[in-house]
């Protein structure tokens, strides 16, 4: 057992603290919106997106944990936790809750795994230099949780493939060069043998991009229609009806990643909402001096442990259980909507003041990140099927059905 | 980053499952609660013959020299067989103390003696005024021709019918500060003044009280310093905690599978109880829990047996531990409904012990403060 970082490791995350200080402070500068607790929010602004990813991807900070033959530096599994971790302490949102450079983290190592030699030539380079933006297509209005019904069909016509439907909640989708899209083949009798993986480019004539605003006027999340929309068939990512073991590899890389971010980013929540308790008083009292505030942030910084070491854990993990990687998403969305919810407590009426107005703590991110707290639980899998798969695939219950 | 467990550790936590599986059934645990001495000396025999007493102390006092995470992978075995007996007051309420605080003399006189299972250990601390702090302690030594009289009442000492010594932490001088003026006393237990009185609990795990009267100690049988005893209680508060911890996950993690084991027999409306969703939440949470819990108490174990600062660590692993414990012995009770109130059930074992276990070394409320300075709170 060994749980402190080398000196190595510790020399590394200064350096990404350095890059990612100055890169705050130079976004900030141009006008990037701090507004969240644990995440900032660019406001779907594809040029801000753009342009980060450029600086990300100069000297080669996008591609840290890539194998050398595509231009990476092979990091290890800790350094690659370290950068993470400090992303999201910095509030970096690129890597994770914007997802459209999530083409890094998951997209790219999945291509490098399934795809054709051409695939890597087309996708990698210009992904890795920040100059392709990705979005992914899985959810649809009648396939959310139950992601096996999804309907939007790729049919093949000679070279190409046909496709028609509609997909939901897609991130990212209003400013995304290419789509990874989850789409159905073949009818078969167990719905996860006819899925199918394409790689998309957004420009393809028939589709058609409607945005969906959430809580706050937020845009991130859009509608995108399909109309006999026509990719080449050298797009298909492995073979027909491998969909869904490739997804299921996607969601595992992505979910560690994401909680790795927001590991970094509840870090600093707590200690900003620590700063704000000590600097502020009610009266002739510190509020860091009010025993219920202090038993409500010494409960977070409890919470905080143990998810911080749940999510190092999977980590280090080589090819963890899905239902490892599950247990870790439940304990952190479901800890990220406390966090929220606690912050609230410690600003009191004050977290009703929204980012930009006058008197509003802490940027007003309180109020923006409370409003937003609805979504952790429920997406990138919803809790209520995590359970499910901690209770079958890791204790061995038997099925519901 | 390593998570694991060293390959001498996963022998060490295998031979202590298969031994107590074999020599600790429930059955036995349940005779136990209920025996006069609350413990078996032929366990005691071949714990010591295991090298289990001796396990964290150093070969030169005849032990093994093994750190305290070791110890911590042989305490969740005990959990999980939720073994009865003074193993644990004698080696983490005696021999720790002893190594913490103890002169090259005193070292070379008990830790041989505990090692080969001869003497039997505990430590007394709270009164019927003090917890866990030290402000309240108020049994009284004053000093005299040959060293210190003793006179006042201890509550909740584990083992004291049986116990050789025990360590008493007692008031030597009242200063500003309570902590300042407390002194540490190797008492032996058949001096003349001390009664016992074994009180009936929860996990009937012989708790005493125990009276001092004129109760004469030589100051060589002071641990440590004259009025600076409570610094090496407060870091036996903290072994004691983390090491409870220990047992914790492992009582845990067997009530865990006991659950899951249940779940899939037990049918209801021709399905088995684990195939209902409700049913299967409980447990995914329980699963996730202690996952968590395992974690921290580890992260605690290695940071201690590395000899570095964790007063947060120690602090939150006690926290969490404690609740997780106790809650999912709760859940369990709630998943096997009536059966699993029974006294021929074993679940009542674990979800006394999960208890006791919390709300003794200082319940999540009494470790607060020490996160709140640990994550800067002014």
């Known amino acids: 057992m060994d749980l402190v970082f080398s000196q190595d490791e510790q020399a590394f995350r200064r350096q990404c603290k350095d890059f990612f200080s100055k890169f705050s402070l130079e976004e900030q500068n141009d006008c990037w919106r701090v507004t969240g607790l644990l995440d900032t929010f660019t406001e779907g602004d594809a040029l801000v997106v753009r342009r980060m990813a450029k600086k990300l991807a100069k000297d080669g900070w996008l591609t840290l944990s890539w194998p050398r033959e595509y231009g990476g530096q092979e990091v290890s599994t800790t350094r690659r936790l370290i950068f993470l971790e400090e992303a999201g302490y910095h509030r970096v949102p690129i890597l994770s809750i914007d997802m459209g450079v999530g083409g890094m983290l998951w997209i790219s190592p999945l291509i490098m795994a399934f795809g054709t030699e051409k695939q890597k030539k087309e996708h990698l380079p210009p992904t890795g230099a920040g100059d392709r933006i990705w979005c992914s297509g899985y959810s649809e209005p009648e396939a959310g949780s139950d ?189 990220i909507a406390k966090l929220a919810n606690t912050a609230t407590y410690v600003l009191g009426p004050y977290s009703q003041l929204s980012p930009g107005t006058t008197w509003a703590p802490l940027r007003g991110a309180v109020e923006y990140t409370y409003s937003m707290s609805f979504a952790p639980p429920i997406g990138a899998g919803s809790n209520e099927i995590e359970r499910g798969i901690i209770a079958k695939s890791g204790l061995g219950l038997p099925t519901d059905r | 980053m390593n998570f694991e467990f060293s390959e001498e550790q996963l022998v060490l936590q295998k031979t202590a499952r298969d031994y107590l599986q074999v020599n600790c059934p429930m059955k036995l645990v349940g005779e136990l609660e209920n025996d006069k001495l609350g413990y078996s000396p032929a366990m005691w025999k071949s714990m010591t013959e295991m090298g289990w007493l001796g396990i964290v102390i150093p070969e030169e006092y005849g032990g093994s020299g093994m750190n305290f995470l070791d110890l911590g992978v042989l305490l969740e075995e005990m959990g999980r067989a939720a073994v009865l007996g003074p193993y644990f007051s004698t080696v983490v309420l005696g021999a720790l103390p002893l190594l913490d605080m103890g002169t090259e003399e005193q070292k070379k006189w008990f830790l041989p003696k505990i090692a080969n299972g001869e003497l039997i250990f505990t430590l007394s601390l709270l009164e019927p005024d003090a917890r866990y702090g030290a402000g309240d302690v108020r049994l009284k030594a004053t000093p005299d021709k040959e060293g210190y009289t003793l006179n006042g009442t201890k509550l909740f000492v584990p083992y004291a019918h049986l116990a050789d010594y025990i360590l008493v932490v007692a008031r030597t001088a009242h200063k500003e500060k309570g902590e300042d003026g407390i002194t540490v006393f190797v008492v032996d237990a058949k001096s003349r003044g001390i009664s016992h009185k074994e009180l009936k609990t929860m996990c009937n795990d012989k708790l005493c009280e125990v009276i001092f009267e004129d109760v004469a100690v030589p100051k060589q049988m002071i641990l440590g310093e004259l009025d600076q005893g409570w610094a090496g209680i407060q870091r036996a508060i903290q072994r004691a905690s983390v090491t409870s911890c220990c047992e914790m996950v492992g009582g845990a993690q067997q009530v865990l599978e006991m659950t899951v084991s249940y779940c899939k027999q037990r049918v209801q409306f021709g399905r088995p109880i684990g195939s209902f969703q409700a049913i299967q939440h409980y447990c995914a949470n329980m699963a996730t829990d202690i996952d968590g819990a395992r974690l921290v108490t580890s992260q605690a174990a290695w940071m201690i047996s590395q000899g570095l600062k964790c007063d947060l660590e120690i602090a939150v692993a006690k926290s969490w531990t404690g609740d997780v414990y106790r809650r999912i012995t709760a859940m369990s009770h709630q998943i096997h409904g009536a059966i699993g109130f029974t006294m021929d059930y074993n679940l009542h074992f674990y979800s006394r012990r999960a208890k006791a276990a919390e709300v003794t070394f200082g319940d999540a409320d009494f470790w607060q403060e020490t996160i709140a300075l640990g994550i800067g709170l002014s």
């Open chain 1, 147 to 335: 992601f096996l019904s999804l309907k939007t069909q790729a049919i093949l016509d000679g070279d190409y493939y046909v496709i028609t439907g509609q997909k939901t909640w897609i991130t990212a989708a209003h400013f995304a060069d290419w789509c990874w899209l989850a789409v159905r083949t073949q009818k078969k009798a167990k719905k996860s043998e006819g899925i199918s993986l394409l790689l998309v480019d957004m420009k393809t004539p028939g589709i058609e991009v409607k945005p969906i605003p959430t809580t706050e006027g937020h845009h991130s999340f859009n509608e995108v229609f399909f109309e006999n929309v026509r990719v080449p068939k050298e797009n298909l990512l492995g073979k027909e009806g491998e969909g869904w073991s490739i997804i299921g590899k996607a969601l595992s890389l992505e979910r560690s990643v994401n909680f790795i971010h927001f590991i970094g980013s509840m870090r600093r929540a707590i200690e900003e909402l620590v700063n704000y308790a000590n600097h502020t008083r009610h009266g002739s009292s510190l509020l860091a001096h009010d025993p219920a505030i202090r038993s409500k942030l010494a409960n977070m910084a409890v919470e905080f442990e143990v998810a911080r070491l749940l999510a190092y854990k999977l980590c280090h993990s080589s090819s963890p259980p899905h239902h490892e990687a599950s247990k870790v998403k439940l304990f952190v969305s479901d800890l």
